[in-house]
T-cell receptor, first 114, second 114 residues
Framework: AQSVAQPEDQVNVAEGNPLTVKCTYSVSGNPYLFWYVQYPNRGLQFLLKYITGDNLVKGSYGFEAEFNKSQTSFHLKKPSALVSDSALYFCAVREYSSASKIIFGSGTRLSIRP | GAVVSQHPSWVICKSGTSVKIECRSLDFQATTMFWYRQFPKQSLMLMATSNEGSKATYEQGVEKDKFLINHASLTLSTLTVTSAHPEDSSFYIC??????????FGPGTRLTVL
């Protein structure tokens, strides 16, 4: 069975500093990995995905994530945080099979202080 | 990127009435759409998977007679909450999957049942 874990409920970072939001996953086959962001009372916005190819994936708003197969991780990163990055971030995984459902992590609240 | 719309964005109804929520993929065709429910400060809970032209597949514990799903075309899926009760009050989010297996989410519908 597939699963995804976000070990941190909240991450606090000062504006201008680099940020990392952690995600680890478990699937039996090849994974599709995603990051989404949710602002208050809104749906999820797609940030980036990994399917195949380069392990470092670049996405929207200056975010990037690195796929690490040996550590089964897909941490979200940004070199310099903005206050506007404050939101709820979800990591998600899906197995390669077309019948597989996407599974979400529990979410990490990112708070950027001025 | 791909856009998914939902209508209405919020609805207030009396107990016992039915409410229909529409989900549309605006610039791509989606053979598969998903309906989620999100409780405050929690992750998304998958309710059902909707495939165009066929019956929806419901997750365990979700009443198919209460949450009617219709996926009439490649760009439209509807969720009808029948005989709504206060415990059905929640944030409902739809999602559509494109041909690259990426899921895009609608902005959500806040349902309040009085």
């Amino acid at each position: 069975a597939q699963s995804v874990a976000q070990p941190e409920d909240q991450v606090n970072v000062a504006e201008g500093n680099p940020l990392t939001v952690k995600c680890t996953y478990s699937v039996s086959g090849n994974p599709y990995l995603f990051w989404y962001v949710q602002y208050p009372n809104r749906g999820l916005q797609f940030l980036l995905k990994y399917i195949t190819g380069d392990n470092l994936v670049k996405g929207s708003y200056g975010f990037e994530a690195e796929f690490n197969k040996s550590q089964t991780s897909f941490h979200l990163k940004k070199p310099s945080a903005l206050v506007s990055d404050s939101a709820l971030y979800f990591c998600a995984v899906r197995e390669y099979s077309s019948a597989s459902k996407i599974i979400f992590g529990s979410g990490t609240r990112l708070s950027i202080r001025p | 990127g791909a856009v998914v719309s939902q209508h209405p964005s919020w609805v207030i109804c009396k107990s016992g009435t039915s409410v229909k929520i529409e989900c549309r993929s605006l610039d791509f065709q989606a053979t598969t759409m998903f309906w989620y429910r999100q409780f405050p400060k929690q992750s998304l809970m998958l309710m059902a998977t909707s495939n165009e032209g066929s019956k929806a597949t419901y997750e365990q514990g979700v009443e198919k007679d209460k949450f009617l799903i219709n996926h009439a075309s490649l760009t439209l899926s509807t969720l009808t909450v029948t005989s709504a009760h206060p415990e059905d009050s929640s944030f409902y989010i739809c999602s559509a999957r494109d041909e690259t297996n990426t899921q895009y989410f609608g902005p959500g519908t806040r349902l309040t049942v009085l």
